[in-house]
C-alpha cells in the first residue's frame, strides 16, 4: 500500500487526489474491501418478504422476517479461499469478482446503497491522505481489536495507534 501510495505521489505529501490518482490506488481499493469483507460494519440486517414464497425448499408465508447474516457469507468457504486470512491481493487477481452476494459491503440487490461510489472514494482518499503524509502502527499487534455493537452497527471502541510523521 506504501509502495504504491510513494509511487503515485513521490513524496509529495501537499498535493491534491486526482482522478487518475484515485484510479490508480487499486491496492489500496483492495484493502478498503478485504477490511469491510473480515470486519463488516453491520454483523446483519434484515429482510421481509411480501408474498409467500418457496426459499431453500422450505414455503415461507407472506411477512416473514429473515436475518441476514453478513459474518456468515463473509467467512464462507465455498465463497472465499482462506476466509479467516486478511489478504487483500484476493482483490487483486486478474478478473476476479466476488461470487453475486458473497460481499455485502454496501448491501445488495435493489437495496444496494445509492452513495456507495462516494463512500468508496472517500475511504481510498481518506486512507491515501493519512498515510502518504502518517507512519500508523499498532501499539500492539497481538491485541485483538475491541468492537461493540450500537444497534444494528459495528463500532471500534478500541484501537491504540502510534502516529508519526513519515520522513
Known amino acids: ?16 487526489i486526482t482522478k487518475d490518482d484515485f484510479y490508480n490506488l487499486n491496492y489500496c481499493e483492495a484493502i478498503v474491501k478485504e477490511v469491510a469483507r473480515i470486519i463488516p460494519i ?15 425448499g422450505y414455503k415461507w408465508p407472506a411477512d416473514t422476517l429473515f436475518r441476514i447474516n453478513i459474518d456468515a457469507i463473509h467467512y ?3 465463497y472465499w479461499e482462506e476466509p479467516d486470512k486478511f489478504n487483500p491481493d484476493r482483490w487483486m487477481v486478474e478478473g476476479f469478482e ?15 446503497c445509492p452513495g456507495r461510489k462516494l463512500a468508496m472514494i472517500e475511504l481510498i482518499c481518506l486512507m491515501t491522505l493519512l498515510f502518504r503524509k502518517y507512519e500508523i502502527n499498532l501499539v500492539n499487534t497481538d491485541s485483538p481489536m475491541k468492537t461493540t455493537n450500537i444497534g444494528f452497527i459495528v463500532a ?12
Open 98 to 112: 466476488s461470487k453475486k452476494y458473497s460481499f455485502i459491503m454496501f448491501g445488495g440487490g435493489l437495496r444496494l
Open 1 to 16: 500500500m506504501i509502495e504504491e501510495i510513494d509511487k503515485i505521489f513521490r513524496d509529495d505529501k501537499m498535493r491534491p
Open 42 to 56: 453491520m454483523r446483519s440486517f434484515a429482510r421481509c418478504i411480501d408474498k409467500t414464497d418457496e426459499i431453500a
Open 156 to 167: 471500534c471502541v478500541e484501537l491504540l495507534v502510534e502516529i508519526k510523521p513519515r520522513n
Open 76 to 78: 464462507n468457504k465455498d
